[in-house]
């Protein structure tokens, strides 16, 4: 995973949001299809709740699922001022090929695997989320949009979040066998891959080839 998160750091989106050369109809088309995504997202994290051994991690999935509906719409509200002159709302009628292909890998996963492998298939936008936002938190943006965003995933109350999930991946990972353990590496790979064909798909905001 690290050589991705490397290239994730690197990534022009990314360094773009810090030195707010990231151009406004990126940022509108990430949110739109962020949107998209938070919605399947939910529907993954539902199904993680659901596989989940224990009342704690049930309860704590479930949560997680009604907040990502939650951002959703808080998107959609917050941002909409600030983006009506970008395209958002052409942006937001079609999920992008990369977000299909991100959420449906992310729903098959949860759907048919257990526990542990939903939970792998899922962490990545977590950690990642976390991780980016810390690393642009230090320097933050000079636009006060990006800024916004960048508080949102690398502030304590985020971190926290990700905290609690490490602590249950964990917690699988000290009874895990071998053939479980590396269905997770896997599935933590490939999603982190999809987190960098998201950023990438924003900045050259993806249209449908056909």
Not at 158 to 181: K, M, S
């Amino acid at each position: 995973m690290e050589p991705v998160f490397k290239r994730i750091l690197g990534h022009p989106f990314v360094t773009g949001l810090t030195d707010g050369s990231l151009p406004m109809e990126s940022f509108a088309y990430y949110v739109a299809q962020d949107a998209h995504y938070l919605r399947d997202y939910a529907r993954a994290l539902a199904m993680v709740s659901a596989k989940a051994p224990g009342e704690a991690s049930v309860a704590m999935f479930a949560a997680h699922a009604q907040g990502a509906l939650e951002v959703e719409q808080q998107l959609h509200a917050g941002f909409a001022r600030d983006l009506a002159d970008t395209h958002a709302e052409e942006f937001a009628r079609t999920a992008s090929p990369a977000t299909v292909a991100y959420t449906s890998y992310l729903l098959r996963v949860c759907a048919l695997g257990d526990y542990a492998q939903a939970l792998a298939a899922v962490l990545p936008c977590y950690w990642i989320y976390a991780e980016v936002g810390a690393a642009l938190a230090r320097h933050s943006s000079p636009n006060p949009l990006y800024a916004r965003w960048i508080a949102t995933y690398g502030g304590e109350e985020f971190a926290a979040v990700v905290a609690a999930v490490l602590e249950a991946v964990d917690i699988v990972g000290e009874t895990a066998g071998p053939a479980q353990v590396a269905a997770m590496r896997e599935h933590v790979l490939i999603t982190s891959k999809y987190e960098w064909m998201f950023w990438d798909a924003g900045l050259r905001r993806e249209s449908w080839p056909v």
